[in-house]
């Protein structure tokens, strides 16, 4: 089994958050494309993982970047002793044998190359080796995931029309308070009260989002910050070096962070 | 590590100091800060304005909120350093809470002065347990301003004010003992009412009862002179619905003090808001300012217009006029740049990044550094198809030069005297600033460009101003034209563009661009079709692209998608819905056009 590397063998830790768990079995049972959009760190790609677990799938993560190419996700031939050999990239690899393929933070990649995934995500369900010459069909147990942050979108950054209009969308956001302090408890390995307060914290910070502030707090800053106060730093200090200090160089921003943080506890 | 930690705020010592005022921070500094730390409390949003402390008559200040707008004083009297932050915190948290908590206002209907402010008491009691609840760090916030006025004094002559300060602090305090019935009867019934909280009724009977008992006690109270305890919280006056002059005199002065504010908004003298401008501080005008009239217009060119209506340009139908620019010294643009040396700082990392531009991939070249592999496959398979192979199967990185004029065009019309709410800060002051430090940092990496300004006065008049050339630095003489460029008049931008246009087309430069910064839709007074002049600029843009030069728009104005799409075409403007915070956005923006 050539993609045995990306089984994932034990459940990823994941809290459902509402119908996500069902909706996102029953776009896999038709294999549609699905686009996970939300804020950063609260857990989109956890999710992704626990349902490829769920579902006993492989499953290929790509994270992109502007420099990416379309051979970096389709292939390309290597030279080797004997000449050229083809090697797949992730994305045939995952149609070739029936992984789901997730394309981590898509809007970064340029849209030249995100419309590679085109004739996957319709009926053809085919992906066209031009270099090789070979047109792929798609296994029957691949499916595309692509995940983005609608808070980065700007003029520069944004995906086509034509790339949309394929996928059918969860809208992840945060957890809603009791939810999220179960999870920072549970990741950090905290107690629920200084959870509790972190997620208080968190909720704070995402107030000053549009007041100099592009996002608040994500769930994996809290994270981060309850295993530092596991790890006995103090609760100022660890949510001083886990969210102040990371979210924000501007002074004024920061010593209003600090006030607020102040209030919380 | 600037860390505020919890504790320090246990330790801190209130000083009633004397009543002499050093330098202390401006409120215009402050609000900013205030105004998010209210957001971030409450994910509130309230206009925060400054309470005129003129006269010396009121001796305590207080906050006064009407639901929307929190006016702040300018200074609490005997308050200062950090005293004085934490005083301001505690005030932004206590009106946040009643935004927060809040409900409709009270009816005064038949309640007597010191009822009302009884009433008012338990609310501002109940608002702050509630807010409490979800942010326990307020107790230490508000806590130190309980203690400061040292109630617990024996032998205080048991006043109205005294009584009702001590009744605030047993609302806040439970724990603590109290030697009155009266204090004991209101916390006990104030807290036995807690289920009750939401209905508004309950709080008033209750402040009913506790009126007629100090009634009954012959406690005199005067609604004159009353204040309220402690210092932070506000005058509640937004509590109350008052038809009539409101009873407590101190209601009334601080809605009359509201009403001053908004006429001083809009002040009638134009010098006296270019004081203003001119960077806060009250030296006269800036000298520079008359000896050669800046102000004698000269027409320099007729530009073509768009008449959208009968589908044809209407040749040299608006004249282009210019005048030797104002002056102001140019030290103030110094001081603009270190007003915020976090925003000169960062805009000057991020150009010099951009000006060393990010490595480029050069493929298929003779030499270089590694296989390209594409090459290198293809050539391999032309040897073995017997075809002469192309030699170039090398890449290289190389950084990438940029070739780039960009010339900056500000719309400087009379909307950019708005002011951005709440604070006494002017749209064009922040253009101002950002503009400077971008100037700044571009002129140190020797990027070229141009800065221009315009406003217009009918088609007659469109007044180009030449703030810096390309040619020029970015020193002491464009500097000092910068300070002086003062907003006012219209915004043709269509006519504004062309020129712009045509000074950038003249660079040889690989790429050219237009950046305009506008906060409105284009208008003049001698146009009444507000698509007229929309549909100029666009066609002003369509020329652009014509003649090689981009323009990319920066909008100031929240609600201008519709037109600023129309006119610089869907993905070719950003808009910025805070306006402060232009001068962080401004190199960002410029950073990613010049990729």
């Given at each position: 089994m050539p993609l045995s590397a990306y089984q994932i063998a034990e459940e990823p830790y994941f809290e459902p958050q509402g119908g996500e768990v069902a909706l996102f079995s029953a776009a896999h049972a038709l294999r549609q494309p699905v686009m996970i959009k939300g804020p950063t760190g609260c857990g989109k790609t956890r999710f992704i993982e626990h349902m490829a677990w769920r579902l006993g799938r492989p499953l290929i993560t790509v994270a992109c970047h502007e420099d990416m190419t379309a051979?970096?996700?389709?292939?390309?031939?290597?030279?080797?002793?004997?000449?050229?050999?083809?090697?797949?990239?992730?994305?045939?690899?995952?149609?070739?044998?029936?992984?789901?393929?997730?394309?981590?933070?898509?809007?970064?990649?340029?849209?030249?190359?995100?419309v590679v995934v085109h004739p996957l995500t319709d009926d053809r369900r085919i992906l066209p080796l031009e270099k090789k010459n070979e047109l792929v069909r798609a296994h029957?147990?691949?499916?595309?995931?692509?995940?983005?942050?609608?808070?980065?979108?700007?003029?520069?950054?944004?995906?086509k029309e034509s790339t949309k209009q394929r996928f059918v969308a969860l809208d992840f956001a945060y957890p809603d308070a009791e939810r999220e302090a179960q999870i920072v408890a549970r990741e950090a390995g905290v107690?629920?009260?200084?959870?509790?307060?972190?997620?208080?914290?968190?909720?704070?910070?995402?107030?000053?989002?549009?007041?100099?502030?592009?996002?608040?707090?994500?769930?994996?800053?809290?994270?981060?910050?309850?295993?530092?106060?596991?790890?006995?730093?103090?609760?100022?200090?660890?949510?001083?070096?886990?969210?102040?200090?990371?979210?924000?160089?501007?002074?004024?921003?920061?010593?209003?962070?600090?006030?607020?943080?102040a209030a919380c506890a | 590590m600037t860390l505020s930690s919890p504790a320090k705020l246990d330790t801190s010592v209130l000083l009633p100091l004397e009543p002499e005022e050093e330098e202390e921070r401006p409120l215009s500094e402050?609000?900013?800060?205030?105004?998010?730390?209210?957001?971030?409390?409450?994910?509130?949003?309230?206009?925060?304005?400054?309470?005129?402390?003129?006269?010396?008559?009121?001796?305590?200040?207080?906050?006064?909120?009407?639901?929307?707008?929190?006016?702040?004083?300018?200074?609490?009297?005997?308050?200062?350093?950090?005293?004085?932050?934490?005083?301001?915190?505690?005030?932004?948290?206590?009106?946040?809470?009643?935004?927060?908590?809040?409900?409709?206002?009270?009816?005064?209907?038949?309640?007597?002065?010191?009822?009302?402010?009884?009433?008012?008491?338990?609310?501002d009691a109940r608002v702050e347990w509630l807010a409490m609840e979800a942010l326990p760090g307020l107790r230490r916030l508000w806590r130190p301003f309980h203690d400061a006025l040292a109630l617990d004094k024996d032998g205080a002559t048991a006043t109205a004010e005294v009584l009702m300060a001590r009744l605030a602090l047993a609302l806040f305090d439970p724990a603590r003992p109290l030697d009155n019935p009266w204090l004991a009867k209101g916390r006990d019934m104030f807290f036995a009412a807690m289920?009750?909280?939401?209905?508004?009724?309950?709080?008033?009977?209750?402040?009913?009862?506790?009126?007629?008992?100090?009634?009954?006690?012959?406690?005199?109270?005067?609604?004159?002179?009353?204040?309220?305890?402690?210092?932070?919280?506000?005058?509640?006056?937004?509590?109350?619905?008052?038809?009539?002059?409101?009873?407590?005199?101190?209601?009334?002065?601080?809605?009359?003090?509201?009403?001053?504010?908004?006429?001083?908004?809009?002040?009638?003298?134009?010098?006296?808001?270019?004081?203003?401008?001119?960077?806060?501080?009250?030296?006269?005008?800036?000298?520079?300012?008359?000896?050669?009239?800046?102000?004698?217009?000269?027409?320099?060119?007729?530009?073509?217009?768009?008449?959208?209506?009968?589908?044809?340009?209407?040749?040299?139908?608006?004249?282009?006029?210019?005048?030797?620019?104002?002056?102001?010294?140019?030290?103030?643009?110094?001081?603009?740049?270190?007003?915020r040396p976090d925003v000169a700082r960062r805009t000057a990392g991020l150009i010099r990044q951009a000006k060393v531009g990010r490595p480029a991939r050069l493929r298929r070249q003779g030499e270089g550094d590694r296989l390209d592999l594409d090459a290198a496959v293809r050539a391999a398979i032309d040897l073995r198809a017997g075809f002469d192979p192309d030699t170039r199967v090398f890449e290289r990185s190389a950084l990438s030069e940029r070739d780039l004029a960009m010339l900056v065009l500000l719309d400087i019309s009379e909307s950019t005297k708005d002011t951005i709410g709440g604070?006494?800060?002017?749209?064009?002051?922040?253009?101002?600033?950002?503009?400077?430090?971008?100037?700044?940092?571009?002129?140190?990496?020797?990027?070229?460009?141009?800065?221009?300004?315009?406003?217009?006065?009918?088609?007659?008049?469109?007044?180009?101003?030449?703030?810096?050339?390309?040619?020029?630095?970015?020193?002491?003489?464009?500097?000092?034209?910068?300070?002086?460029?003062?907003?006012?008049?219209?915004?043709?931008?269509?006519?504004?563009?062309?020129?712009?246009t045509r000074e950038a087309a003249r660079q040889l430069s690989h790429r050219r661009?237009?950046?305009?910064?506008?906060?409105?839709?284009?208008?003049?007074?001698?146009?009444?079709?507000?698509?007229?002049?929309?549909?100029?600029?666009?066609?002003?843009?369509?020329?652009?692209?014509?003649?090689?030069?981009?323009?990319?728009c920066v909008g100031l104005d929240k609600t201008g998608e519709t037109y600023l799409s129309r006119i610089f075409g869907r993905g070719n403007f950003v808009q910025i819905g805070k306006v402060e915070m232009l001068p962080d956005r401004l190199p960002q923006i410029y950073v990613r056009l010049t990729r």
């Open positions: 051979s970096d996700l389709v292939g390309r031939y290597l030279l080797d002793a004997g000449g050229t050999a083809w090697h797949d990239g992730p994305l045939t690899l995952a149609v070739r044998h029936g992984a789901i393929c997730y394309l981590d933070e898509i809007v970064e990649a340029r849209q030249d190359t995100t029957p147990d691949f499916q595309l995931v692509i995940s983005y942050n609608p808070g980065y979108q700007s003029v520069l950054k944004d995906l107690a629920k009260d200084v959870a509790v307060l972190l997620v208080r914290i968190a909720e704070r910070t995402r107030n000053l989002k549009g007041h100099g502030l592009d996002e608040g707090a994500s769930t994996r800053m809290l994270i981060q910050a309850g295993r530092l106060i596991k790890q006995g730093v103090g609760l100022a200090e660890a949510c001083h070096v886990a969210l102040v200090l990371p979210i924000t160089d501007d002074m004024g921003v920061r010593e209003t962070l600090s006030d607020v943080i | 402050r609000i900013p800060g205030l105004r998010r730390y209210l957001a971030g409390l409450y994910g509130a949003r309230a206009s925060l304005r400054a309470l005129p402390g003129e006269g010396g008559t009121q001796v305590a200040r207080r906050t006064s909120f009407d639901g929307r707008v929190l006016f702040l004083p300018e200074a609490y009297r005997g308050f200062r350093d950090e005293t004085a932050d934490r005083l301001y915190l505690a005030a932004v948290a206590h009106a946040g809470a009643h935004l927060a908590f809040g409900r409709a206002r009270f009816e005064p209907k038949s309640l007597k002065p010191l009822q009302i402010a009884l009433i008012s008491l338990l609310e289920p009750e909280w939401d209905d508004p009724g309950a709080l008033r009977l209750l402040g009913s009862l506790l009126g007629n008992d100090l009634g009954q006690m012959r406690v005199q109270f005067n609604s004159k002179t009353y204040v309220v305890q402690p210092v932070y919280r506000d005058d509640n006056a937004g509590l109350w619905e008052f038809d009539r002059p409101p009873p407590p005199e101190e209601d009334d002065t601080s809605l009359a003090e509201a009403v001053r504010i908004e006429t001083r908004e809009k002040p009638p003298e134009p010098g006296e808001r270019e004081r203003r401008e001119a960077g806060g501080e009250s030296d006269p005008r800036p000298a520079s300012l008359s000896p050669l009239d800046p102000d004698q217009w000269i027409a320099v060119a007729r530009m073509p217009e768009w008449d959208h209506g009968a589908g044809r340009l209407r040749p040299d139908w608006a004249t282009i006029v210019e005048a030797t620019p104002r002056t102001a010294p140019a030290a103030l643009v110094e001081r603009w740049l270190e007003a604070t006494a800060t002017s749209v064009f002051s922040v253009l101002r600033e950002a503009v400077a430090h971008l100037s700044a940092a571009l002129a140190e990496t020797g990027d070229r460009f141009a800065l221009h300004a315009f406003c217009s006065n009918g088609r007659d008049e469109v007044r180009y101003r030449r703030v810096k050339e390309f040619a020029e630095p970015f020193g002491n003489a464009a500097r000092s034209r910068l300070a002086g460029l003062r907003p006012g008049l219209s915004t043709r931008m269509g006519a504004a563009l062309r020129v712009a661009l237009v950046l305009v910064v506008t906060d409105g839709e284009p208008s003049d007074i001698d146009v009444t079709d507000p698509a007229y002049l929309v549909e100029d600029a666009r066609k002003a843009v369509q020329e652009a692209a014509g003649a090689g030069v981009d323009v990319f």
